[in-house]
């Protein structure tokens, strides 16, 4: 083989293959240098490439920055969706929310058709005043100063301040609140006829209980009789539940007496409350039997 390699014909074609090469070289370069024209042999392709290359990536950042522009769009669009997907869930919740409470006062407004109700929650206590909170509810839902909060176990308290979106409660445990009650005995629906005031102090407050006042000697109001409002005064209508007698006491400075009450509602725990912001009688003066039983001592709503 290596004979072969190293024979003289095999010489001869290498160099009869060299000047046909060089012969192609200098046609392909015609009117210009022979090294010019080698450089350009081997450059045009390698150019060619480049060219190609940086076409195509020019291409591709173009395409980029579109694809880009078109996601923050399309991302912008979605977090719009969201968001009123968000805002449509949690009205959503405050209708499912509302209609729950409507449904547990479903019998209160049957039995009383001229009632007109708002649902509204606690949003907010003052921890050095226990008596009171405020509800995200205001003067845009329809609440008034003096309105009745109740839940559906019983009597709250009244709307002492409202403005636009919210409303503070004064609860029945505030030595400011005063409201006409009556004893039912034995829990029916059946009035003694002991009537009087239902009111607080500091130190019934601290046990969570308040009391009727202005009990006659002869009164036949008994524990385990339920109070409930009277309507005297106009503030809050008849037959709202306050709660249970637990005893009956003397009044310290008179010959009265009084009814002490453990009220139904926990007002230091209630969360959800409705405000009856219309009733029939609301606001009216007091009848002439109503004035007549306040002159008689059984005592009248002088606040809520």
């Not at 190293?6 to 210009?32: D, E, Q, Y």
């Not at 709250?156 to 400011?176: F, K």
């Not at 006042?213 to 109070?227: C, F, H, K, R, S």
């Not at 029939?280 to 009848?287: D, F, I, K, P, S």
Request: glycine share 8%; aromatic share 6%; with cysteine.
């Amino acid at each position: 083989m290596n004979d072969f390699i190293h024979s003289r014909n095999v010489k001869i074609l290498l160099a009869v293959c060299a000047a046909l090469l060089c012969t192609m070289l200098f046609t392909a370069g015609a009117g210009t240098s022979a090294p010019a024209s080698l450089l350009s042999f081997f450059t045009t392709p390698m150019q060619r490439v480049s060219t190609l290359v940086t076409n195509n990536a020019a291409a591709t950042a173009r395409d980029a920055a579109a694809s880009r522009e078109q996601l923050l769009e399309e991302n912008a669009q979605l977090k719009q969706q969201v968001a009123e997907l968000q805002s449509q869930l949690v009205d959503y919740y405050d209708l499912k929310k509302e209609n729950a409470q409507l449904y547990k006062y479903l019998d209160m407004k049957e039995q009383n058709q001229d009632f007109q109700l708002v649902a509204a929650s606690v949003i907010g206590r003052d921890p050095n005043r226990f008596y009171t909170f405020t509800i995200d509810r205001g003067t845009n839902a329809g609440v008034s100063v003096n309105d009745p909060v109740v839940t559906d176990e019983g009597v709250v308290g009244w709307v002492s301040s409202a403005n636009s979106i919210s409303a503070e409660v004064t609860t029945i445990l505030s030595p400011d609140t005063r409201m006409g009650g009556s004893a039912q005995a034995g829990g029916m629906d059946k009035v003694t006829g002991d009537s009087g005031v239902v009111s607080t102090d500091l130190m019934l407050a601290d046990q969570g209980l308040v009391k009727l006042g202005y009990l006659t000697a002869e009164t036949t109001a008994q524990p385990g009789d339920i109070v409930v409002t009277s309507g005297l005064g106009s503030i809050y209508p008849q037959n709202l539940k306050i709660g249970t007698i637990r005893s009956i006491e003397h009044e310290e400075y008179d010959v009265s007496l009084y009814a002490l009450v453990e009220p139904f509602v926990d007002v230091t725990q209630v969360k959800d409350v409705m405000v009856i912001t219309s009733f029939e009688g609301q606001g009216e003066a007091l009848t002439g039997q109503e004035d007549s039983s306040a002159s008689s001592g059984t005592g009248s709503e002088e606040t809520p």
